[in-house]
Protein backbone atom coordinates (compact mmCIF):
# COMPACT_ATOMS: atom_id res chain seq x y z
CA UNK A 1 0.00 0.00 0.00
CA UNK A 2 1.06 3.57 -0.68
CA UNK A 3 2.20 6.17 2.10
CA UNK A 4 0.69 8.84 0.03
CA UNK A 5 -2.66 9.35 0.85
CA UNK A 6 -4.58 12.41 -0.41
CA UNK A 7 -7.34 12.08 2.94
CA UNK A 8 -7.14 10.17 6.12
CA UNK A 9 -10.69 9.62 7.23
CA UNK A 10 -10.62 9.18 10.77
CA UNK A 11 -13.07 8.08 13.88
CA UNK A 12 -13.35 7.96 17.33
CA UNK A 13 -15.31 4.97 18.58
CA UNK A 14 -17.11 4.34 22.07
CA UNK A 15 -19.02 1.71 23.11
CA UNK A 16 -20.68 2.00 19.05
CA UNK A 17 -23.20 -0.42 18.13
CA UNK A 18 -22.06 -3.24 15.16
CA UNK A 19 -24.46 -1.56 12.76
CA UNK A 20 -23.55 1.88 13.12
CA UNK A 21 -20.06 0.74 12.56
CA UNK A 22 -20.44 -1.33 9.60
CA UNK A 23 -22.37 1.47 7.75
CA UNK A 24 -19.91 3.81 8.71
CA UNK A 25 -17.17 1.86 7.72
CA UNK A 26 -18.99 0.79 4.25
CA UNK A 27 -19.65 4.09 3.43
CA UNK A 28 -16.47 4.75 2.80
CA UNK A 29 -15.86 1.58 1.25
CA UNK A 30 -18.89 2.51 -1.38
CA UNK A 31 -17.13 5.42 -2.64
CA UNK A 32 -17.61 5.61 -6.25
CA UNK A 33 -15.14 7.32 -8.84
CA UNK A 34 -12.09 7.38 -6.67
CA UNK A 35 -8.95 5.01 -6.33
CA UNK A 36 -9.48 3.48 -2.86
CA UNK A 37 -5.89 3.39 -2.42
CA UNK A 38 -5.69 7.28 -1.79
CA UNK A 39 -7.52 7.51 1.02
CA UNK A 40 -7.08 5.03 4.47
CA UNK A 41 -9.36 4.48 7.77
CA UNK A 42 -7.41 5.20 11.31
CA UNK A 43 -10.23 4.71 14.10
CA UNK A 44 -9.11 4.95 17.85
CA UNK A 45 -11.07 2.93 20.04
CA UNK A 46 -11.77 5.37 23.11
CA UNK A 47 -11.25 2.21 25.71
CA UNK A 48 -15.00 1.07 25.07
CA UNK A 49 -16.55 -1.26 28.00
CA UNK A 50 -18.23 -3.20 25.87
CA UNK A 51 -17.58 -5.67 22.97
CA UNK A 52 -17.56 -2.91 20.26
CA UNK A 53 -13.57 -2.77 20.01
CA UNK A 54 -13.56 -6.32 18.96
CA UNK A 55 -16.60 -5.49 16.87
CA UNK A 56 -14.51 -2.47 15.32
CA UNK A 57 -11.83 -5.33 14.51
CA UNK A 58 -13.99 -7.73 13.03
CA UNK A 59 -15.81 -5.48 11.13
CA UNK A 60 -12.50 -3.86 9.91
CA UNK A 61 -10.70 -7.28 9.34
CA UNK A 62 -13.93 -7.95 7.19
CA UNK A 63 -13.65 -5.45 5.28
CA UNK A 64 -10.18 -5.24 4.39
CA UNK A 65 -10.83 -8.86 2.71
CA UNK A 66 -12.96 -7.58 0.14
CA UNK A 67 -11.42 -4.38 -0.63
CA UNK A 68 -7.87 -4.98 -0.33
CA UNK A 69 -6.85 -1.54 -1.97
CA UNK A 70 -8.27 0.11 1.19
CA UNK A 71 -5.90 0.73 4.14
CA UNK A 72 -7.27 0.29 8.14
CA UNK A 73 -5.78 1.02 11.11
CA UNK A 74 -7.02 0.40 14.57
CA UNK A 75 -5.55 1.74 17.69
CA UNK A 76 -6.68 2.15 21.74
CA UNK A 77 -6.33 4.62 24.11
CA UNK A 78 -5.38 2.86 27.31
CA UNK A 79 -8.04 4.57 29.14
CA UNK A 80 -11.27 6.14 27.99
CA UNK A 81 -11.45 10.41 27.96
CA UNK A 82 -12.99 12.02 25.27
CA UNK A 83 -13.48 12.34 21.13
CA UNK A 84 -10.93 14.81 20.87
CA UNK A 85 -8.59 13.19 22.69
CA UNK A 86 -9.18 10.00 20.56
CA UNK A 87 -9.27 11.78 17.20
CA UNK A 88 -6.13 13.80 18.03
CA UNK A 89 -4.43 10.02 18.14
CA UNK A 90 -5.78 9.57 14.88
CA UNK A 91 -4.57 12.63 13.34
CA UNK A 92 -1.10 11.28 14.62
CA UNK A 93 -1.25 8.14 13.14
CA UNK A 94 -2.69 9.48 10.01
CA UNK A 95 -0.70 9.47 6.16
CA UNK A 96 -3.04 11.83 4.53
CA UNK A 97 -2.21 14.98 3.12
CA UNK A 98 -5.62 16.16 4.68
CA UNK A 99 -7.88 14.35 7.13
CA UNK A 100 -11.62 13.65 6.95
CA UNK A 101 -13.70 13.82 10.79
CA UNK A 102 -16.10 10.85 10.27
CA UNK A 103 -17.85 10.29 13.35
CA UNK A 104 -18.84 6.24 14.05
CA UNK A 105 -22.39 6.39 14.31
CA UNK A 106 -22.52 8.66 10.90
CA UNK A 107 -22.05 7.97 7.31
CA UNK A 108 -20.89 9.30 3.95
CA UNK A 109 -22.99 9.48 0.44
CA UNK A 110 -21.23 7.41 -2.34
CA UNK A 111 -20.03 10.94 -3.89
CA UNK A 112 -18.66 12.80 -1.32
CA UNK A 113 -15.04 12.35 -1.63
CA UNK A 114 -14.92 12.31 -5.17
CA UNK A 115 -16.60 16.25 -4.29
CA UNK A 116 -13.87 16.75 -1.61
CA UNK A 117 -10.87 15.67 -3.85
CA UNK A 118 -12.16 17.84 -6.30
CA UNK A 119 -12.40 20.76 -4.10
CA UNK A 120 -9.09 20.08 -3.22
CA UNK A 121 -7.85 20.25 -7.14
CA UNK A 122 -9.03 23.64 -6.97
CA UNK A 123 -8.45 25.09 -3.48
CA UNK A 124 -4.64 24.28 -2.82
CA UNK A 125 -4.83 27.11 -0.60
CA UNK A 126 -7.67 25.62 1.38
CA UNK A 127 -6.78 24.41 5.29
CA UNK A 128 -10.42 22.85 5.51
CA UNK A 129 -13.12 21.83 3.43
CA UNK A 130 -16.78 21.30 4.51
CA UNK A 131 -20.28 20.01 3.11
CA UNK A 132 -23.70 20.00 4.22
CA UNK A 133 -25.40 17.75 5.84
CA UNK A 134 -28.12 15.53 5.87
CA UNK A 135 -30.15 14.67 8.96
CA UNK A 136 -31.36 11.49 9.67
CA UNK A 137 -33.44 9.70 12.64
CA UNK A 138 -31.59 6.65 14.14
CA UNK A 139 -32.03 4.99 10.23
CA UNK A 140 -30.11 6.41 7.93
CA UNK A 141 -33.17 5.95 5.54
CA UNK A 142 -35.34 8.09 7.95
CA UNK A 143 -34.66 11.57 6.48
CA UNK A 144 -35.08 14.48 8.68
CA UNK A 145 -34.10 17.28 6.34
CA UNK A 146 -31.17 18.71 4.62
CA UNK A 147 -29.55 21.35 6.28
CA UNK A 148 -27.61 23.85 3.61
CA UNK A 149 -25.85 26.85 3.66
CA UNK A 150 -27.69 30.14 3.79
CA UNK A 151 -26.41 33.00 1.29
CA UNK A 152 -24.51 35.14 3.51
CA UNK A 153 -21.78 32.33 4.08
CA UNK A 154 -21.79 31.77 0.36
CA UNK A 155 -20.26 35.40 0.07
CA UNK A 156 -18.29 36.22 3.18
CA UNK A 157 -16.29 33.10 2.40
CA UNK A 158 -14.51 35.00 -0.69
CA UNK A 159 -12.80 37.36 1.45
CA UNK A 160 -11.66 38.65 5.39
CA UNK A 161 -13.22 42.12 5.91
CA UNK A 162 -12.87 41.90 9.54
CA UNK A 163 -11.07 38.99 11.24
CA UNK A 164 -12.77 39.31 14.19
CA UNK A 165 -15.73 38.22 13.09
CA UNK A 166 -15.11 36.99 9.56
CA UNK A 167 -14.84 34.00 9.53
CA UNK A 168 -14.45 33.45 12.77
CA UNK A 169 -17.93 33.58 13.68
CA UNK A 170 -18.94 31.73 11.01
CA UNK A 171 -17.12 28.84 12.12
CA UNK A 172 -19.95 28.55 14.17
CA UNK A 173 -21.94 27.67 11.32
CA UNK A 174 -20.01 24.59 9.83
CA UNK A 175 -20.36 20.84 10.52
CA UNK A 176 -19.90 17.84 8.82
CA UNK A 177 -18.38 16.46 6.72
CA UNK A 178 -15.11 18.83 7.78
CA UNK A 179 -11.79 17.67 6.05
CA UNK A 180 -8.60 19.75 7.25
CA UNK A 181 -5.07 19.85 5.79
CA UNK A 182 -3.27 17.70 8.14
CA UNK A 183 -0.41 19.82 8.44
CA UNK A 184 -2.46 22.69 9.27
CA UNK A 185 -4.19 20.89 12.38
CA UNK A 186 -1.08 19.49 13.59
CA UNK A 187 0.37 23.61 13.35
CA UNK A 188 -2.64 24.25 15.93
CA UNK A 189 -1.77 21.61 18.55
CA UNK A 190 -4.72 19.43 17.75
CA UNK A 191 -8.28 19.20 19.52
CA UNK A 192 -8.35 21.16 22.72
CA UNK A 193 -8.70 18.10 25.30
CA UNK A 194 -12.56 19.00 25.95
CA UNK A 195 -15.62 16.75 25.86
CA UNK A 196 -17.96 18.99 24.15
CA UNK A 197 -17.35 22.02 21.14
CA UNK A 198 -14.04 20.84 20.12
CA UNK A 199 -15.17 21.31 16.54
CA UNK A 200 -16.34 24.57 16.83
CA UNK A 201 -13.00 25.77 18.90
CA UNK A 202 -10.72 23.58 16.14
CA UNK A 203 -12.97 25.64 13.42
CA UNK A 204 -11.71 28.96 15.03
CA UNK A 205 -8.08 28.46 15.79
CA UNK A 206 -7.63 27.29 11.80
CA UNK A 207 -9.30 29.75 10.52
CA UNK A 208 -6.86 32.08 11.37
CA UNK A 209 -3.51 30.43 10.31
CA UNK A 210 -3.73 32.54 7.05
CA UNK A 211 -4.70 36.75 6.47
CA UNK A 212 -6.15 35.13 3.39
CA UNK A 213 -8.99 32.81 3.16
CA UNK A 214 -8.14 29.36 4.03
CA UNK A 215 -11.17 27.73 3.89
CA UNK A 216 -13.93 26.18 0.77
CA UNK A 217 -17.55 25.41 1.12
CA UNK A 218 -18.84 22.39 -1.07
CA UNK A 219 -22.97 23.55 -1.06
CA UNK A 220 -23.58 19.57 -1.37
CA UNK A 221 -25.17 17.21 1.49
CA UNK A 222 -23.13 14.68 1.79
CA UNK A 223 -22.69 13.29 5.09
CA UNK A 224 -25.52 11.65 6.99
CA UNK A 225 -25.36 13.05 10.38
CA UNK A 226 -27.71 10.45 12.58
CA UNK A 227 -29.52 11.29 15.43
CA UNK A 228 -28.40 9.07 18.00
CA UNK A 229 -29.83 8.67 21.82
CA UNK A 230 -26.53 7.95 23.07
CA UNK A 231 -23.73 9.84 21.82
CA UNK A 232 -22.49 12.72 24.02
CA UNK A 233 -24.48 15.67 22.33
CA UNK A 234 -27.88 14.02 22.73
CA UNK A 235 -27.18 13.43 26.83
CA UNK A 236 -26.31 17.15 27.74
CA UNK A 237 -28.82 19.72 28.00
CA UNK A 238 -29.25 22.94 26.06
CA UNK A 239 -27.79 24.87 28.71
CA UNK A 240 -24.24 22.60 29.25
CA UNK A 241 -23.84 22.94 25.11
CA UNK A 242 -24.74 26.77 25.11
CA UNK A 243 -22.36 27.33 27.23
CA UNK A 244 -19.47 25.55 25.85
CA UNK A 245 -20.16 27.36 22.84
CA UNK A 246 -19.98 31.20 24.85
CA UNK A 247 -16.80 29.72 26.53
CA UNK A 248 -15.30 28.55 22.84
CA UNK A 249 -15.96 31.84 21.33
CA UNK A 250 -14.79 34.06 24.55
CA UNK A 251 -11.87 32.11 24.76
CA UNK A 252 -10.76 32.46 20.86
CA UNK A 253 -11.89 36.43 21.15
CA UNK A 254 -9.56 36.69 23.50
CA UNK A 255 -6.64 34.91 21.90
CA UNK A 256 -7.16 37.65 19.50
CA UNK A 257 -6.88 40.65 22.07
CA UNK A 258 -10.66 41.31 21.97
CA UNK A 259 -11.21 41.17 25.60
CA UNK A 260 -15.44 40.63 26.34
CA UNK A 261 -16.55 42.84 28.92
CA UNK A 262 -20.07 41.27 28.73
CA UNK A 263 -22.30 38.46 27.23
CA UNK A 264 -26.02 39.15 26.69
CA UNK A 265 -28.66 36.53 25.65
CA UNK A 266 -30.71 38.30 23.48
CA UNK A 267 -33.32 35.86 22.48
CA UNK A 268 -34.56 32.34 21.52
CA UNK A 269 -35.62 30.39 18.46
CA UNK A 270 -38.89 27.89 19.97
CA UNK A 271 -38.00 24.22 19.40
CA UNK A 272 -34.74 24.27 19.02
CA UNK A 273 -31.08 24.50 20.56
CA UNK A 274 -31.06 28.15 19.53
CA UNK A 275 -29.54 30.87 21.49
CA UNK A 276 -28.58 34.60 20.25
CA UNK A 277 -25.96 36.32 21.85
CA UNK A 278 -24.16 39.31 22.16
CA UNK A 279 -20.27 39.74 22.98
CA UNK A 280 -19.60 43.18 23.61
CA UNK A 281 -15.78 43.50 22.95
CA UNK A 282 -14.02 46.67 23.10
CA UNK A 283 -16.56 49.17 22.30
CA UNK A 284 -18.37 46.65 19.89
CA UNK A 285 -20.96 44.59 20.07
CA UNK A 286 -20.90 41.50 18.11
CA UNK A 287 -23.99 39.14 17.86
CA UNK A 288 -23.26 35.27 17.35
CA UNK A 289 -26.50 32.88 16.88
CA UNK A 290 -25.99 29.28 17.88
CA UNK A 291 -27.16 28.28 14.11
CA UNK A 292 -26.03 26.80 11.01
CA UNK A 293 -27.69 29.95 9.00
CA UNK A 294 -27.64 33.60 10.06
CA UNK A 295 -25.54 36.86 9.39
CA UNK A 296 -22.53 37.80 11.57
CA UNK A 297 -22.31 41.62 11.81
CA UNK A 298 -21.31 44.41 13.96
CA UNK A 299 -24.24 45.77 15.79
CA UNK A 300 -23.41 49.53 16.84
CA UNK A 301 -26.23 50.36 18.73
CA UNK A 302 -27.45 46.82 19.35
CA UNK A 303 -31.41 47.04 18.32
CA UNK A 304 -33.87 45.11 20.80
CA UNK A 305 -34.10 41.77 19.25
CA UNK A 306 -32.11 39.90 16.81
CA UNK A 307 -33.48 38.94 13.54
CA UNK A 308 -35.07 35.47 13.05
CA UNK A 309 -32.16 33.45 10.87
CA UNK A 310 -33.84 31.06 8.10
CA UNK A 311 -34.39 27.69 8.93
CA UNK A 312 -33.48 24.36 7.55
CA UNK A 313 -35.74 22.97 5.16
CA UNK A 314 -37.22 19.50 4.61
CA UNK A 315 -36.83 17.31 1.72
CA UNK A 316 -38.28 13.68 1.13
CA UNK A 317 -35.75 10.98 0.85
CA UNK A 318 -37.38 10.17 -2.61
CA UNK A 319 -36.34 14.19 -3.84
CA UNK A 320 -32.67 13.00 -1.64
CA UNK A 321 -32.38 9.65 -4.10
CA UNK A 322 -33.15 11.40 -7.17
CA UNK A 323 -30.85 14.28 -6.51
CA UNK A 324 -27.94 11.29 -6.01
CA UNK A 325 -27.29 12.04 -2.77
CA UNK A 326 -27.78 8.31 -1.59
CA UNK A 327 -26.02 5.80 0.84
CA UNK A 328 -24.32 2.67 0.03
Not at 18 to 32: C, F, K, P
Not at 104 to 133: G, K, P
Request: a negative charge; aromatic letters at 8%; glycine letters at 4%.
Amino acid sequence: MTNNKIISIIMANYNTPRRYLEESIGSVTAQQDIDLRDIEIVVVDDCSNDESFNTLKEVASDVQKKVPDLDIKIDRNPSHSCPAVARNKAIGLSSGEYVGVLDSDDALTTNCLREFMDRISENRHADFIFSDIIKTGQSLDDVIYIRQKSEPFSLHQEYKPNPLIDPLFRMIFLHHFSVFRTKAVKEIGGYRNQRIGEDLDLFMRISQLSQEVNFAHIALPLYFYRSNPNSIISKEDNRTLISSDIENISRNLQRLGHSVSKIMCVGEIPAIRNVAYDFFTNGHCIRAPWLDYGTMEIIDPRPEAPETPELSVGIHKSQLTALGYVRA
